[in-house]
């Protein structure tokens, strides 16, 4: 078993919470960031829904993306240049919303087999992930932690942990 070095950041990452909290030892914690609306799990399980899915719809997306183009549309991340460590993700539901409602519109015969499903789910995905990352980039930086640690329920999308370990390397 390895030692915690502190200060440590913690990433918690659920349908509840969006957090980025600093442990300078044990007991001693301080909110350095969260969520001001929707928590990232929350928004992966409402934009899920609003495209279909079943519930929980954050997994169900997360494994569509697998075989979508993350790159494929722009949709945006919340708070991502700005200086604090806080998180939004509002902004991307109501973006996904009105893109989805536009191609419905545009095509009736739309249904979760069409293959721009999977190119949609990766590149909510990617925005999610893109935020999540790069704040918990920005508070490394601020802070110097020596461990990074994340938790919560979208701590299990593969593509959260890999971006995450490759920025951590990066330092």
Do not use: W
Request: proline fraction near 4%; charge should be neutral; glycine fraction near 10%.
């Amino acid at each position: 078993s390895s030692v915690i070095k502190f200060p440590v950041l913690s990433l918690i990452v659920s349908g509840g919470h969006t957090e980025l909290v600093l442990m300078k030892a044990h007991g001693h914690y301080k909110l350095i960031g969260e969520t001001l609306d929707d928590a990232a799990g929350e928004a992966f399980d409402k934009i899920a829904k609003l495209l279909g899915l079943p519930y929980p719809g954050g997994p169900e997306l997360a494994r569509l993306a697998e075989k979508g183009d993350p790159h494929a549309y722009d949709f945006p991340r919340g708070m991502i240049g700005s200086k604090d460590f806080n998180f939004s993700f509002s902004g991307l539901k109501t973006s996904v919303l009105y893109f989805f409602q536009k191609i419905k519109k545009g095509d009736s015969r739309f249904t979760i087999h069409d293959p721009r499903l999977a190119d949609i789910c990766a590149s909510v995905q990617a925005a999610i992930v893109d935020v999540l990352v790069a704040k918990t980039i920005l508070a490394e930086k601020e802070y110097g932690e020596k461990t990074i640690a994340f938790g919560g329920g979208v701590s299990a999308n593969h593509l959260l942990r890999d971006r995450l370990l490759e920025e951590v390397k990066k330092q």
